[in-house]
């Protein structure tokens, strides 16, 4: 009779390949609550929006665990189930979310949605971001608006945290920036740009509603294509103490571009006196717009087209580097925008150097 044959096993299957009790203990799930909280702040940290809305819905104690974590931080999408309109409905239905919410970040402007948001408590919010791109989603009325104003709600430690404002196409009134800038105490960065259409505000009073930051304000960029036929005032930034950078065209500044020679008058005849004494005493960076008789659409278009720079910029320029040291002793560049294809002009001279790989022009008095 042949030999019978033993089956081949490895080792590790002969040893382990049945489980003893005390391996069988050791693989019984543990509760996720039962765990170490430093574990489950860890396990947490890797799991998207989507796997934490899913573990949320396993167990009460979970939820009560992950809905702070969820929520504390709240973003609308627009054109979405979760735009605005969308988290009203939510803290309607889930009243014990709004005392979670801290930070709220909306991603449209509904002008009746927005109302109803604020018109809920919401103990804990400290912050409150809105921004919009594109038309108005939707006419309210004014008596409608006027109507939902009377439901709205003090958020008790909402303050006004707004550090830096950013506005590409302003549809904002003066009384509109002016409620916008004067609570803020921290405001840094104003970038106010128009270039479609008259002003929605009055160019005159800007001025008054900005000097609201004078204290804070770091950086100033004030550039329009609509301009008054005529301007008897010019803005006097001198209180603007932090001020660094400043971005603005010369007749905003130092009264009427129109068709005169010259920035000076009766009043104040000294070029380098008035300029002084509108300039901010700290000013370093000077960014100088609207220089040329051309627009700026036109350059674009016409690109080798020559630039010739008003005679009064000229003079600007001219007694602005001649008196650095008595005008603006802390300023160390001056910038012209769009000014390519300029003319040389008089008294000037074109230097041409590199700066990182870029070839920079600059101008210099002769």
Not at 116 to 143: A, F, T
Not at 334 to 346: G, K, Q, R, S
Request: overall charge positive; charged content about 30%; some cysteine.
């Amino acid at each position: 009779m042949g030999r019978k044959r033993r089956s081949k096993r490895t080792p590790a299957t002969r040893s382990f390949g049945r489980p003893t009790k005390r391996n069988h203990d050791a693989m019984q799930r543990i509760p996720f609550m039962d765990l170490p909280p430093e574990i489950r702040d860890a396990v947490v940290e890797h799991l998207s929006i989507q796997d934490l809305a899913i573990l949320v819905r396993t167990s009460k104690s979970i939820q009560a665990y992950l809905e702070p974590r969820l929520y504390c931080k709240t973003y609308t999408k627009m054109d979405t189930s979760h735009n605005t309109a969308g988290l009203v409905e939510l803290l309607k239905r889930r009243t014990h979310i709004a005392p979670i919410i801290n930070t709220l970040v909306l991603d449209e402007y509904h002008p009746r949605h927005t109302r109803r948001l604020v018109s809920i408590q919401m103990p804990n919010l400290w912050c409150l971001l809105v921004q919009h791109k594109g038309d108005s989603i939707e006419y309210v009325s004014e008596r409608e608006k006027r109507a939902r104003n009377r439901n709205k709600v003090k958020q008790p430690k909402i303050g006004n945290c707004l550090k830096e404002l950013f506005i590409e196409q302003s549809e904002y009134s003066t009384a509109a920036l002016k409620r916008l800038i004067s609570p803020s105490e921290c405001l840094t960065s104003i970038i106010l740009h128009h270039l479609r259409g008259p002003l929605p505000f009055e160019e005159q009073d800007l001025c008054a509603v900005l000097s609201h930051a004078a204290a804070t304000l770091k950086l100033l960029k004030l550039f329009w294509t609509y301009r008054p036929v005529e301007r008897d005032y010019g803005f006097n930034l001198s209180q603007f103490t932090a001020l660094r950078p400043l971005r603005i065209e010369p007749g905003l500044l130092l009264r009427p571009h129109n068709s005169l020679e010259t920035y000076t008058s009766t009043e104040s005849p000294d070029l380098a006196q008035l300029i002084r004494s509108r300039l901010p005493p700290n000013l370093k960076i000077l960014l100088l717009e609207s220089l040329t008789t051309s627009e700026r659409l036109e350059r674009e278009r016409e690109r080798e087209r020559e630039q010739v720079i008003f005679r009064k910029d000229l003079e600007f320029m001219r007694c602005l580097l001649e008196n650095r040291g008595i005008i603006a002793p802390k300023l160390t560049c001056l910038f012209m925008y769009y000014l390519n294809n300029m003319v040389e002009p008089e008294g000037f001279v074109r230097d041409r150097r590199t700066r990182r790989g870029k070839d920079v022009r600059t101008l210099r008095v002769a």
